[in-house]
């Protein structure tokens, strides 16, 4: 499996620090206001894990399970919600956990559907940003890393379900979808 990575981006104690450093602050920034902090399955139940044991406030956790990318390194453009919240929304205040946002249609259409359920505010938290393949004004409010336009996968992120289990991420070597 570490075969097929190209390039490693970001090792375990990479992400383990900036976990530290985003969650200090997660729990500056919501001192007081109980969050719901919702988990975007499945590519961000690692980092959702990790955020939370920084988080030093009263926080509830939720997961929702949206797909888009199917089995391929391109979104189909149609999110499907697999598993919706098991909380109602109304008034709280929402910070989204995400592993990364790359064209944006996904968390644009969950902002969206928060909106609609008339939260009080939402927030992005995303471990990835891959601002160059946006075609949705999605704008995070907290950001691990900033990645290149290349197919990343590792620590949640998968290609065809596989290698979310590596503890680092890394680029996919091309050969690797390019013969699939
Ligand atoms: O900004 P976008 O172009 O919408 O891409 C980002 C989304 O795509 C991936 O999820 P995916 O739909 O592959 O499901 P998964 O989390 O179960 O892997 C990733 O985990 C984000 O949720
Ligand atoms: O670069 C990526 N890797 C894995 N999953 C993804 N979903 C959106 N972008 C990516
Ligand atoms: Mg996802």
Known sequence: MNNDIKEVLYSKEDIKNIAVKIGSQLTKDYEGKNPLVIC??????????????EIKTYAEIDFMDVSS????????????????????????NILIIEDIIDTGRTLSCLVDLFQHRKVASVKICTLLDKPERRVKGVRPDYIG??????????????YKGFYRNLPYVGVL?????ENN
């Open 69 to 92: 990318y199917g089995d391929g390194t391109e979104s189909t453009g149609e999110i499907k919600i697999i598993k919706d919240l098991d909380v109602p929304v109304e008034g709280r």
């Open 173 to 177: 070597k091309p050969e690797v979808y």
């Open 145 to 158: 890393f900033r990645v290149p336009n290349e197919f990343v996968v590792g620590y949640g992120l998968d």
């Open 40 to 53: 975007v399955l499945k590519g961000a139940f690692l980092f959702m894990a990790d955020i939370v044991r």
